[in-house]
Structures are given as C-alpha cells and as structure tokens.
C-alpha cells in the first residue's frame, strides 16, 4: 500500500506553539514568587535539622566519653566525632562545628550557619549542653 503526500495531512496532531508554552512557564514563575516568601521559614526549619541532628550526636559522644573518662572532651577526635566538610570546602554540610567549652561537669558545642538562608544578613547559631536540649541561639 502506497501513502500518498495527502494522507498524511488528514492526521493532523494537536501541539501547543512556542507562545502557549511561554505563557505557562511565565504564569508558574510567577506563581512562584508569591509563594516563595510564604515558604521561607519552612525552608529554613528545614535547613536547622542539620544542626540538631549534629549537635544530639555531639551529646551523645560527649556523655559516652564523659562515663568512661569523668570529664567532657574539647576535642572532637577524641569523642570520635567527625565534623562534616561544609559546602563551602566540597561538602555538604551547611553548619560548622565547634566545642565551645568543656570540663569535668559541663560542655557546649555550637552549629554556625555558613551561609545566609533568607538573605537578612543574620547567620544561624545553635548550641546544646550536658542537658541535651538543642537551643536556637540566633535565629536566621
């Protein structure tokens, strides 16, 4: 069976043109932008799990090194606690850790936020202690 030229214009497939779909893309970038803002804390909560997460193994190092040595460490090797590599370095971290202060009785360690979530120029900072409750110090 031969296909004629004309046969093949009696089966016409219906597409959009470059203009609809521009339009569309246009209307969901819009979109967007009024939603982004409404969802920024969220985004943010989202981003401070990391340091919480952290920080509680952090604690839990420091009371495992505490009941065998009756002291907190200010050392994270000796806690066997690796820091992870931020973003900044290759990694995917977005908090740097330290211990802050550390003796026979108490400890500290702090999370700094190393990049400004929601562009206000205010950087994140949480810390948790021997008690094991992490604490926003300044919120972002």
């Known amino acids: ?3 004629s030229k004309n046969s093949f214009s009696k089966h ?3 597409a959009f043109n470059l203009q609809e779909i521009l339009i569309v893309l246009a209307i969901i970038g819009i979109l967007l932008l009024i ?3 409404n969802l920024m804390p969220y985004i943010n909560k989202a981003k401070a799990v990391e340091a919480q997460t952290q920080l509680k193994a952090i604690h839990s190092m ?3 090194y ?3 040595y009756s002291r907190y460490s200010n050392d ?3 806690i066997d606690f690796e820091v992870p590599l931020t973003t900044n370095k290759g990694g995917t971290a977005r908090y740097s850790y330290e211990i802050t202060a550390a003796d026979n009785g108490t400890f500290k360690a702090r999370a700094e936020a ?3 979530f929601d562009g206000d120029g205010i950087m994140n900072v949480w810390e948790i202690d021997e008690k094991g409750n992490p604490k926003e110090i300044v919120k972002d």
């Open 114 to 116: 190393i990049e400004d």
């Open 1 to 3: 069976m031969k296909l």
């Open 66 to 68: 505490r009941y065998l």
């Open 62 to 64: 420091q009371t495992q």
């Open 35 to 37: 939603a982004l803002p």
């Open 76 to 78: 994270f090797n000796e």
């Open 12 to 14: 016409k497939v219906k």
